[in-house]
């Protein structure tokens, strides 16, 4: 069911709800789209309205304005603005999907890199996964089948070779709006679900507790008026009541709401807003040339292709390719544009990424190399993106100085740093890069960026060569075993609030190299089925 805030008089207080999802990106719609249907009477506050498509409304988009420290200044100083959107749908309004799993060594503590590591296993989240997976409508879930890939990419990864340090992975992407932006393909399910309240032009403000801070009472929340000229002011005031809350308003806004509450959830060490991370990125980084041409097969593994699987009938489907899986690829040309309805149909390539052995060896930070072949097939850029070190000094503060312009609270303050290991992470990929690539033929590399220097020396826009931000943010509200290590245990729950639980990448203890959303789903997906367990009716 759709309804209004706007509608609300001001005082009202909306109660009896077994389940509050805040934020309707791509964890809060995950999440409500799994209640739906179920015996728990669920709402979803959402900051935008049902129409929203593209770029957000430009007022409720200033609530994101925030600064940013030193080094991210030199990066990307509109980092806060550009890599969020604050409406419905959220960030799936402008991302293509890029979607794979978390490797297995992603989860672990890797002794001399990393101390840190998850409280759950990648074969914790492996159905989860799997059913992330269809949000994106990918097909298989076989993401190590390099069998079915290169026979679908018409490609294959260079042969390997006796004391590799690196392997062939395959990406996917979805770029199709009706499918990646979740609030389009999950329009009408949440609209008609009988269980589902989504409430628009709903933003929350701050959260209340008793006094001892160990249990949620109510949310703090307003809406955005208008006024005849259009001009945006701070509206109606108003309370949500419910058994359990689920922040799902991003991996910066979730910790910035829990500091405006008064530093709700903080253990002892101060670790709520730290450890932030992103993926740092060196998208121009290199050249290599290569001897002879490159084998078109290898270039195509690298070459990102759209692919078309048609489901087969009566397919149960599977966790493999064409065998198995109940898919068939499909090569023939598409006469009638209308068949496009009977396929599954995204985006595919290859990487080349460092084994699990080569992450312990070498200590460092999990990488994906992407080549980018030039027209005469002999030489490539060479694309980095890496897995950074969780990080304290690298956090999210509020900045007491600025207030946003339309509730009159403080803004967010992102103070994203790199150290020496993350510096070390990066010179080493590309040193095992190039002798991989070097044993294949790629006599002659030209640097584009430097690498020399200090733990914050890079190249910095409009400089070839620049380091750039992936917009993922994580890590700031991280999960642990022990409530003296992070902020939530291994069910999403705050550990010193007993029913204030946070969906999305600011839980990530560790990064790895792979885009965040599979796995932010995946989680938003195993949440709400805990919250089924422990708030169903009977």
């Not at 402008?94 to 001399?112: E, K, S, T, V």
């Not at 690539?437 to 960026?449: C, K, M, Y």
Request: net charge neutral.
């Amino acid at each position: 069911m759709y309804l209004h805030a706007d509608q609300l008089p001001t005082g009202a207080i909306l109660q009896d709800f077994d389940v509050c999802i805040v934020g309707a990106g791509a964890a809060g719609i995950a999440m409500a789209h799994r209640l739906a249907g179920s015996s728990l009477k669920v709402i979803l506050l959402v900051s935008g309205g049902p129409g929203d498509r593209g770029l957000p409304d430009a007022d409720r988009q200033s609530l994101y304005q925030g600064t940013v420290g030193d080094f991210l200044g030199k990066v990307d100083p509109d980092f806060l603005t550009r890599s969020r959107l604050n409406m419905y749908g959220g960030t799936t309004n402008h991302f293509g999907f890029w979607a794979r799993p978390l490797d297995p060594a992603d989860y672990l503590p890797r002794p001399g890199y990393r101390d840190s590591g998850w409280p759950i296993s990648q074969s914790d989240l492996r159905s989860y996964y799997i059913d992330a997976h269809r949000f994106g409508h990918f097909g298989p879930f076989n993401y190590d089948d390099m069998e079915f890939w290169e026979r679908v990419l018409y490609a294959r990864c260079f042969d390997p070779l006796p004391g590799d340090k690196m392997t062939g992975a395959v990406m996917r992407a979805q770029y199709e709006e009706n499918l990646h932006d979740f609030q389009v393909q999950f329009r009408e399910g949440l609209m008609t679900a009988r269980n589902i309240t989504v409430l628009f032009n709903a933003h929350l403000l701050t959260i209340s507790s008793d006094a001892e801070r160990r249990h949620v009472t109510g949310l703090n929340c307003a809406t955005i008026l208008r006024s005849a000229g259009g001009e945006a002011a701070a509206g109606a005031r108003f309370s949500v009541r419910a058994g359990a809350y689920a922040l799902a308003c991003g991996g910066i806004e979730n910790a910035r709401l829990l500091q405006l509450s008064g530093g709700l959830g903080n253990n002892r060490r101060d670790q709520l807003g730290r450890g932030f991370m992103v993926h740092p990125l060196l998208t121009n980084a290199a050249r290599v040339y290569f001897d002879k041409p490159v084998p078109s097969e290898i270039r195509n593994f690298f070459r990102e292709q759209q692919i078309r699987l048609k489901p087969l009938p009566n397919a149960l489907g599977g966790s493999r390719g064409e065998s198995e899986g109940g898919y068939q690829h499909m090569v023939t040309p598409l006469v009638n544009p209308e068949l496009v309805f009977e396929y599954l149909i995204s985006n595919a390539w290859g990487v080349l990424v460092p084994t699990q052995r080569t992450l312990l060896e070498e200590r460092i930070g999990n990488f994906r190399i992407i080549l980018y072949f030039g027209d005469d097939y002999r030489s490539a850029v060479v694309n980095l993106n890496w897995e950074q070190t969780p990080n304290e000094r690298s956090r999210i503060t509020l900045d007491r100085r600025q207030v946003d312009p339309i509730f009159g609270q403080p803004v967010a303050h992102v103070d994203w740093r790199l150290n020496e290991t993350d510096k070390r992470s990066a010179r080493r990929a590309f040193e095992i890069t190039f002798d991989y690539l070097r044993r294949r033929g790629a006599g002659r590399r030209e640097w584009i960026t430097d690498l020399s220097g200090g733990a914050e020396d890079y190249r910095f826009p409009p400089a070839a060569g620049a380091l750039e931000t992936g917009d993922h943010h994580m890590g700031a509200l991280r999960m642990s075993a022990r409530g003296e290590d992070g902020i939530v245990d291994a069910n999403a729950r705050l550990h010193s609030v007993d029913n204030l639980y946070i969906a999305g990448s600011a839980i990530f203890p560790t990064g790895g190299y792979a885009n965040p959303t599979l796995t932010i789903v995946a989680l938003a997906l195993r949440l709400a089925d805990h919250l089924k367990e422990i708030c169903g009716r009977s």
